[in-house]
């Protein structure tokens, strides 16, 4: 993930997402917190943070390649970056938008 979002970021000129806007990791430090606490406090903070950190890079990557939503469908429960995306279907927007 890291290495295409380098890459094809740069390429295309897309903002790098920051990785230290999402991972955190301070939690470990309360003194009131068993050493198990601790570490199952650092895993969370690094595991959290990086998974919200991909789903951002996929998520502005799905913006710039593609910008259309899914089929409207009860079941799915769509994505906050998809409120910008193009209609499913509407093909006249995506030609002024795309072509």
Known sequence: MEIAHQISFR???LPLVQRSQY???DRHR???LSWIERINC???GYAN???QYSA???GDTEKYWCGIKHKKDRR???PTHHRDLLEYG???SFNEKFV
């Open 49 to 51: 943070g990086l998974l």
């Open 42 to 44: 650092a895993y969370c």
């Open 30 to 32: 309360l003194s009131y």
């Open 23 to 25: 991972v955190k990791i």
């Open 90 to 92: 509407d093909e006249k």
């Open 56 to 58: 951002r890079i996929a």
């Open 11 to 13: 390429l295309y000129g």
């Open 76 to 78: 799915f429960v769509e």
